[in-house]
């Protein structure tokens, strides 16, 4: 894992949130603390705006209820996204239950779910590892403390992804 601080911030990334009537702001607000800590750690700052809509180059993260899904993701499925697209999805209404289920807060787990599936959309295929942010399955007592981040491996292949360009990532609801 990186260092907390371990690079200086040299890219930036925006970052709009739409349609946010699911989410209480405070909870939003502390998981796009999460989300962004995750990032700085890489030297990548992300810049919350209110810009919404079909940006072109923009990466978008719908937060959307697991039933208009359909059944075909497992039930422990909190968030999907294919590297090499632009559109990643974070099933919120598994985030409560989860949340409620392990005894974590919600705001923790959807900013890790964000950072997650951000990580998918920059990232190549096959990004899962066995430790940190990008593991398959959330380590929740790390997630409780805060701790997850990306390995030194995955924050370089996300800089040099981000190098020379700047997206916009936008996650709705």
Known sequence: MFPVHALAVVTHLAVAI???EQVPPALLQNAETIAADVYRDIGVAIDWTEECGDTEGALE????GGDNIGSSYANVTLGFAAP?????????DRVGKFSKRYGLKREVLLGYAIAHEVGHLLLPPNSHSPSGVMRANIDLQRAAA???RFTRQQGELILEKLEGFAPVVVATR
């Not at 993260?61 to 959307?64: E, K, N, Y």
Request: charged share 20%.
């Open 84 to 92: 090499g697209t632009s559109e990643a999805t974070i099933l919120y």
């Open 146 to 148: 805060k701790k997850l």
């Open 18 to 20: 739409c349609g946010s």
């Open 61 to 64: 993260v719908d937060l959307v």
